[in-house]
């Protein structure tokens, strides 16, 4: 498990007694579909809140690389899509380039399986190693012509121009937004009604977009179904603060004593609230108080004396990428805490399993790694040392906020940078931590 050690970070220790108020940025997974979806719309679509990291960015770059005007209202603070439909995209002369990120490679897989030209997909050393034959395989059944590197699963992946997709009934094998979405963007442009039985269910962020657009999406239980030829309309998209950032603050507000952390405007959708329910079978001191626009919430938590429990089956795709800070959090909880199902931490930006236990184990917890998750033995004071994210962003943050427990000592991050993936503010946050607060109101 070798990462670059390059910009490394002593990180803040010590903290406690905070109470403070505060945003989180955009959530990752509405920014990339706004992207994308605006991209193949007609019309122009505006979106407020768009996640300004380095993976979303890499989606503008590519769908600009693929002839879309896209553009910043400073004036407004809106990402700005001048849509071109299904038949608007042209051919790029280079190599699209999704840098680390798995959603545009994923996602843009489907977009492409039914273009009229040729496509390749390429990503950084991490991305490169993540599987994309559970994209390529249904895909393929609906007859795109798709291939990685050297005849594997594995980008770059090269998609050739065919004549035709085809609907295909599809059962899930893994719980997967990603794969998921990547085959409806390929039914919308197949003949024929498209079936989708998910195993466990995903996150439905692209279903509600897709409805937004105008897209009749049937979703009955763990069936989706979607018709192919329809077409998308620009909108007007508000991207709401990312729950996934705030997790990391909600950790930190649960385990520092006498702190009391809100975070405003939080998206809230069920199937990525997870943590919010672990929380509470935790004994956290969660409030959640929904805002008029429907679509997010304020969260408080307030220090608590957290107990084990067992995470494990349906609830695991809706926190899987707050299974690291979940775990720290385990650390700090009274008794043992089991978290089973999660295979798929293995094929993210690092093997998060093995990643987790070996750095928070670094710093004197007592974590043991298993096949699916983790037994994490809780309580345990941490201690200083010399970390690495594995240039996992998720790992990154993660460390931080166990850092911020440790009393004595220096806790240094090697590629700290990796955090600018999804959070690039998110060093500034933990520094303002320490100013005076105005409290909460």
Known sequence: MDAPNTKGRKLRTHLAGIQTRL?????????????????????????TGFLKAEDCLATIAVMRQ??????????????VIEGRGWSGLTASKQ???????????????????????????????????????????????????LSGYLETELPPLVIQPVDKLTAIDYEMTVASAQVKSAIMLGALQAEGETTIIEKVLSRNHTEEMLRLFGVDVEVKRKAIRIRGGQKLTGQRVEVPGDIS?????????????????????????????GILDVIQAMGGDLKIEPRDNGISVDLTVRSSQLKNTVIEGSIIPRLIDELPVIALMATQANGVTMIRDAEELKVKETDRIQAVASQLNA???NIIPTEDGWLIR?????QAADVNSFGDHRIGMMLQIAALLVKEGTVHLADASCVNISYPSFFDTIESLEKPSEGIK
Do not use: W
């Not at 809780?378 to 941490?382: C, E, I, P, V, Y």
């Open 95 to 145: 190599p699209l380039d999704c840098g680390n990120s798995g959603t545009t490679m994923r996602l843009l897989t489907g977009l492409l399986a039914g273009q009229p030209f040729e496509s390749q997909l390429i990503g950084d050393a991490s991305l490169n190693q993540r599987p994309m034959g559970r994209v390529m395989e249904p895909l393929g059944a609906m007859g795109a012509s």
């Open 23 to 47: 945003t989180v940025p955009g959530d990752k997974s509405i920014s990339h579909r706004s992207i994308i979806l605006g991209s193949i719309a007609e019309g122009q679509t505006r979106v």
């Open 66 to 79: 693929l002839g879309v005007e896209i553009n910043e209202d400073l004036e407004s603070d809106e990402i």
């Open 363 to 365: 710093m004197g917890a």
């Open 378 to 382: 809780g309580q345990t004071d941490l």
């Open 245 to 273: 950032s705030a997790a990391y603050f909600l950790a930190l507000g649960l385990l520092l004593p006498e702190t009391e952390i809100k975070i405003e405007n939080v998206g809230f959708n069920e199937t990525r609230s």
